[in-house]
């Protein structure tokens, strides 16, 4: 049977260990100084050498023949580790034996002596995956263990170790191997191998592998694999899944160039093509900060990078714009890797970037004292979006809305209208609280997301967006409260609540009633709910907001969402006969 190189390469004393000259010497030094501790703790990402060393380590202490530091891998103990037939050696992995059980039986085993070495070695691998009860078993074990036993734990995970465990043993960090540790390993693995790859090719390989020396070994072998011959920089990239830069500039171009037809053509052609969508995305991160290097300095970018790529894209985005894209991006990466399809949530983020939906939520906030916004409203249009026109009438053909135009309207109304309003508000919070539950809560934060692809629609875009700009702070399996810190955009929200209920649905897969509050509303509420000095029931919504939910829908209650949405000054059309 074929043995992956990995393994065939795998470290057999501790100078053959790669890019980890302060661990290996203090071992080494454990070793000549005969000051061999009880346990020891190897930390540090993955591929970076601790269960490698733990075995060296093992077949050290116990080698009969010992020259210097290393071991002769000829006497029976050697032999027999070499051979993973030893049992004076005993591996084991917490992520499958994590229970208190597995940990009470390897108590019982510990006072036996070594069959051959002076020692025997247990290699805990992923130690921070025991279970509470496991660690608690372990620790007097641990604590004092017979003179013949050295613990070994490894893990990549520290910080889910509990202290007690850390405080008993010897601790040593594994850093990530620096590229020039890789490249000389890499080139030897390729030397003995007859493997034939490009420089480039290799660079990309080191580059990916982030300092771990087992994925940068099992990437040059499956890309020894893929190649017909020469391993070229094309294969690595097909095989990571990844694109090379003269393909990611094209996909950035378009993102900055705001052409989001270009931008899904691509993405069709990625997908049908298998790229891995979570690292193209951690691979436009890493192009854009590149982006923020030239702009300042040539200086700091690695040798491999082709200053050539991004000189056309330099100056048509300003380092502001590339960070503003970068943390975007980098929120959208957290959600792509939790999520069971990544695709969509990547078309979400084009959309995102290419839409600026930030920067022009920033100019909307602003437009209250830069901008007099003046609209038409035609009668015989729709009750729908549609009915707002763009182009401004000329005040000479128009007059400035007063209370005799719209009747529905008046000073009267709108007191009644807002009494309902707050009616509302009261009884869907209450509802709310009734039933009020985090893990929904959390969840309809995750799915909000989704609204993000209507961003562009023509029927639901402004709907989207009103649910994107708001924190949603309570819900319940039947209410979401949202919340603003502008109070026009509550009122807005409040004025299409019938819209937005219709809308739900197609994100949350599920109905539920809505309202909107602001800031202030909102601190009242929580302030009460958090007092627990009000005991909470559901309350049932009578048939007077029903009616004005559905007069929202006919457009008896438009006038009000005209002015919040769009400013102190409104001009209607007088010709016709005004809003029904």
Not at 209 to 218: A, H, K, V
Not at 229 to 246: A, C, R
Not at 401 to 412: G, K, P, Q
Not at 507 to 528: C, G, M, P, Q, T
């Amino acid at each position: 049977m074929h043995q992956s190189l990995y393994r065939k390469y795998r470290p057999q004393t501790f100078d053959d260990v790669v890019g980890q000259k302060v661990i290996i010497k203090s071992l080494k030094n454990v070793i000549l100084k005969n000051k061999i501790s009880h346990a020891y703790l190897f930390t540090g990402p993955r591929g970076t050498g601790k269960t490698s060393v733990a075995k060296i380590l093992a077949k050290t202490v116990n080698c009969v023949n010992l020259t210097d530091t290393s071991p002769c891998n000829e006497c029976v103990s050697c032999t027999q580790i070499n051979q993973k037939q030893t049992v004076d050696v005993i591996e084991i992995d917490a992520a499958s034996n994590n229970g208190v059980d597995e940990i009470r039986e390897l108590k019982s085993k510990v006072s036996l002596v070594p069959t051959v070495g002076k020692y025997k070695i247990y290699i805990i691998d992923e130690v921070h995956m025991l279970t509470i009860g496991a660690f608690n078993a372990l620790l007097k074990t641990l604590e004092e263990p017979p003179a013949h036993i050295i613990f070994i734990l490894a893990t990549t995970e520290p910080h889910k170790i509990p202290e007690t465990i850390l405080s008993r043993c010897q601790k040593f960090d594994f850093k990530r191997i620096d590229d020039k540790s890789m490249d000389k390993r890499l080139k030897y693995i390729c030397k003995s191998e007859k493997i034939d790859i490009e420089d480039q090719a290799l660079e990309e390989i080191i580059r990916f592998s982030s300092g771990g020396m087992r994925d940068s070994i099992s990437l040059l072998e499956q890309a020894q694999v893929y190649s017909d011959s020469i391993i070229k920089l094309d294969d690595v990239h097909e095989i990571n899944g990844t694109l090379p830069q003269s393909q990611l500039k094209e996909l950035i171009e378009n993102i900055i160039d705001k052409n989001l037809v270009e931008v899904f053509k691509l993405l069709e052609k990625y997908d049908e093509q298998g790229k891995n969508l979570i690292k193209l995305v951690e691979e436009i991160i890493l192009f854009f900060k590149n982006i923020v290097i030239l702009k300042n300095t040539n200086s700091y970018i690695a040798e491999n990078i082709s200053r050539e790529i991004y000189n056309d894209i330099i100056t048509k985005i300003s380092i502001e714009e590339a960070f503003q894209n970068i943390s975007k991006i980098y929120n959208y990466l957290n959600k792509m890797k939790n999520y069971s399809n990544p695709k969509l949530v990547f078309e979400l983020l084009m959309i995102s970037l290419v839409s600026n939906e930030g920067e022009e939520n920033n100019n909307y906030k602003n437009n209250d004292s830069n901008i007099e916004r003046k609209m038409t409203v035609i009668n015989n249009q729709t009750n729908d979006d549609n009915q707002i026109l763009k182009e401004p009438i000329k005040k000479e053909k128009t007059d400035i809305i007063n209370n005799d135009n719209i009747h529905l309207t008046t000073d009267t109304q709108s007191v009644q209208n807002q009494e309902l309003i707050n009616k509302i508000k009261h009884i869907r919070v209450n509802n709310t609280f009734t039933n009020a539950s985090r893990a929904i809560l959390n969840q309809i934060k995750t799915d909000v997301e989704l609204s993000r692809k209507y961003i562009l629609d023509a029927n639901f875009g402004k709907i989207a967006s009103l649910l994107i700009d708001a924190e949603i702070t309570a819900a319940s399996d039947k209410n979401i409260v949202f919340v603003y810190t502008r109070n026009s955009m509550t009122i807005n929200f409040n004025s299409n609540i019938l819209k937005i209920e219709s809308f739900i649905p197609k994100i949350f897969d599920k109905e539920y009633n809505v309202i909107a509050l602001n800031k202030d509303e909102w601190s009242k509420y929580r302030k009460e709910y958090k007092s627990k000095t009000k005991k909470y029931t559901y309350i049932d919504e009578d048939k007077s907001i029903k009616d004005f939910l559905q007069d929202q829908i006919k457009g008896k209650v438009i006038k009000d969402e005209i002015h919040n949405l769009f400013g102190d000054v409104i001009e209607y059309n007088t010709k016709k006969e005004g809003i029904k």
